[in-house]
């Protein structure tokens, strides 16, 4: 007879468990530190904190003082600090100038093209750019080209990940951002043999090389994919890929200062003469004027993708500009993470014992608490110039990183989470609201779930992810507590008996 293991049968039995006591919530009541109890996982660490936002009552607090890695869940601080720092008109400017005006279509001199870190930027921005200059009358510059930005500029945060850094979602952090600085390719295998073979659009300013492998019918024991990062942009894949599919790349540039460099050079071949050569440099004359300039999207919009897509670069291309906002001073990372310190406090949160490094949440040395967010999250609901921060966050089973992630889009949840999510290796956080079902418009309560320390194999082996057991008993309790209150209000409704009719009652009772 087949054997059926213990570890087999842990996972439905916890789900059967966790779904009679959700059950019970709807039943008599019962509290969620009885849910929180069964479901706490045995192997990771969680902490959370449930505020009703009506009453302002705690409803629960687990753990709420323990420092955590808070993930994309630390993009809502840079969203706050943003919003009050920079202002809902602020947009990044990308230019290009030139200090004289040309004659017969030269312009003697130098042409300068001034970044700004304008996460957003892309390739067709700079053609339209370089359009416009033309089209002003410059068809030849007899001096240099010059890409103004920061020349000596942290990249990367500390604590960002070795092997995540040759990917778009670690893209490096720089002045000079074109399409993301995000390379897009495929490796895939031959026909003729398990040679791998690599390539990307011809446009892009990259070397692509492989002597990889593709482990088509899965016979080596032990196969796994090396990327090695190398000067010039250029990316090598070695190693062994298992399968025959079509892996699609995506890369973050090493060197964007030099990223920019090329990619100009290609976007103007042929439509704009350089005699001179192109450059960077951190000096632009104060007598230059703009022949033409781009604009990006408002903070709103820049901030929605940022919440909806996680998007990283957003989020750390911000919090450099608010470092020198706040300060004055070149865009860094430290001077970002201050300025937000700084600037929470004076509303109320603060951010004692926490550590912050970056502004996407990516770094690995980033500490916060349930109670810090938590403390961010009523000041976001209650503070009317940050509460349209709340209707650009993740709504489960309809947008941003919620919308297809599992028992998010299926009732009694979907619709009625409106979050920041925080996922990496080891790491999965939630912070955000939830509605009354009545009213799916108005947040009802505010909620931080954070577990850390959780391995793949944990992952496998649970009945469903904690934070989700977690809101479906809040949903549950709070059917229960509405239901509770209605039958209350029914009664107090109900007209009084008269002393006539409590004593045709009685009477009628006294005769049976």
């Known amino acids: 007879m087949p054997q059926l293991s213990l570890q087999g049968l842990a996972r439905p039995l916890l789900l059967l468990s966790a779904m009679a006591l959700s059950s019970s919530l709807k039943a008599d009541n019962t509290s969620l530190d009885?849910?929180?109890?069964?479901?706490?996982?045995?192997?990771?660490?969680?902490?959370?904190?449930?505020?009703?936002?009506?009453?302002?009552?705690?409803?629960?607090?687990?753990?709420?003082?323990?420092?955590?890695?808070?993930?994309?869940?630390q993009k809502l601080l840079t969203a706050v600090t943003a919003t009050e720092l920079l202002g809902e008109e602020f947009r990044y400017?990308?230019?290009?100038?030139?200090?004289?005006?040309?004659?017969?279509?030269?312009?003697k001199g130098d042409l300068y093209l001034l970044f700004s870190g304008d996460p957003t930027l892309t390739r067709r921005d700079l053609t339209e750019l370089f359009k416009r200059v033309t089209e002003?009358?410059?068809?030849?510059?007899?001096?240099?080209?010059?890409?103004?930005?920061?020349?000596?500029?942290?990249?990367?945060?500390?604590?960002?990940?070795?092997?995540?850094?040759?990917?778009?979602?670690?893209?490096?952090?720089?002045?000079?951002?074109?399409?993301?600085?995000?390379?897009?390719?495929?490796?895939?295998?031959?026909?003729?043999?398990?040679?791998?073979?690599?390539?990307?659009?011809?446009?892009?300013?990259?070397?692509?090389?492989?002597?990889?492998?593709?482990?088509?019918?899965?016979?080596?024991?032990?196969?796994?994919?090396?990327?090695?990062?190398?000067?010039?942009?250029?990316?090598?894949?070695?190693?062994?890929?298992?399968?025959s599919q079509v892996l699609p790349l995506a890369l973050a540039v090493n060197d964007p200062g030099q990223y920019a460099i090329d990619s100009v050079a290609g976007i103007i071949k042929g439509k704009l003469s350089i005699k001179g050569k192109i450059l960077t440099s951190n000096q632009l004359p104060v007598s230059s004027r703009v022949v033409a300039s781009h604009a990006s999207d408002a903070l709103p919009e820049l901030l929605e993708t940022m919440l909806l897509e996680s998007d990283n670069l957003i989020a750390d291309s911000l919090l450099k500009q608010l470092g020198k906002h706040y300060y004055g001073d070149g865009a860094s990372f430290s001077a970002g993470a201050k300025a937000i310190r700084e600037v929470l406090a004076e509303k109320g949160v603060v951010l004692e014992r926490a550590q912050l490094i970056d502004g996407s949440g990516l770094s690995r040395y980033n500490l916060l608490n349930a109670r810090q967010l938590a403390q961010l999250l009523r000041l976001i609901a209650d503070t009317p110039d940050y509460q349209w921060l709340m209707h650009?966050?993740?709504?489960?089973?309809?947008?941003?990183?919620?919308?297809?992630?599992?028992r998010y889009a299926n009732k009694p949840l979907k619709g009625r989470v409106w979050a920041k999510t925080g996922s990496m290796q080891g790491v999965v956080n939630l912070a955000g609201y939830v509605t009354d079902?009545?009213?799916?418009?108005?947040?009802?309560?505010?909620?931080?779930?954070?577990?850390?320390?959780?391995?793949?194999?944990?992952?496998?082996?649970?009945?469903?992810p904690f934070a989700t057991l977690l809101l479906q008993g809040l949903t549950d309790y709070r059917a229960n507590s509405r239901a509770e209150s209605q039958l209350a209000a029914k009664e107090q409704d109900k007209p009084k008996p008269t002393p006539q009719e409590k004593a045709q009652t009685e009477l009628n009772v006294s005769a049976r």
């Open 34 to 73: 009885d849910l929180l109890t069964l479901i706490t996982p045995a192997s990771s660490q969680t902490a959370v904190w449930i505020e009703d936002l009506q009453s302002g009552e705690q409803l629960l607090s687990h753990n709420s003082e323990t420092l955590m890695i808070p993930a994309s869940t």
């Open 392 to 406: 650009k966050l993740p709504v489960s089973g309809h947008s941003g990183t919620l919308k297809y992630r599992k």
């Open 136 to 243: 002003a009358g410059i068809s030849q510059v007899q001096g240099n080209l010059i890409l103004i930005g920061e020349t000596h500029e942290q990249l990367r945060a500390p604590g960002w990940v070795w092997d995540d850094l040759g990917i778009c979602y670690a893209a490096p952090v720089s002045s000079y951002v074109i399409n993301q600085n995000c390379v897009h390719g495929k490796l895939e295998p031959t026909l003729a043999s398990d040679k791998a073979k690599i390539s990307a659009p011809v446009y892009l300013p990259v070397k692509l090389t492989t002597n990889a492998i593709f482990d088509k019918g899965h016979k080596k024991g032990f196969c796994e994919l090396q990327l090695d990062r190398l000067p010039g942009n250029h990316f090598h894949f070695s190693g062994c890929f298992p399968g």
């Open 437 to 464: 079902d009545s009213d799916k418009q108005v947040p009802r309560y505010l909620f931080v779930i954070l577990e850390n320390g959780l391995s793949p194999q944990s992952k496998e082996l649970e009945a469903a």
């Open 93 to 107: 400017h990308t230019s290009i100038l030139s200090t004289g005006s040309p004659k017969s279509g030269v312009l």
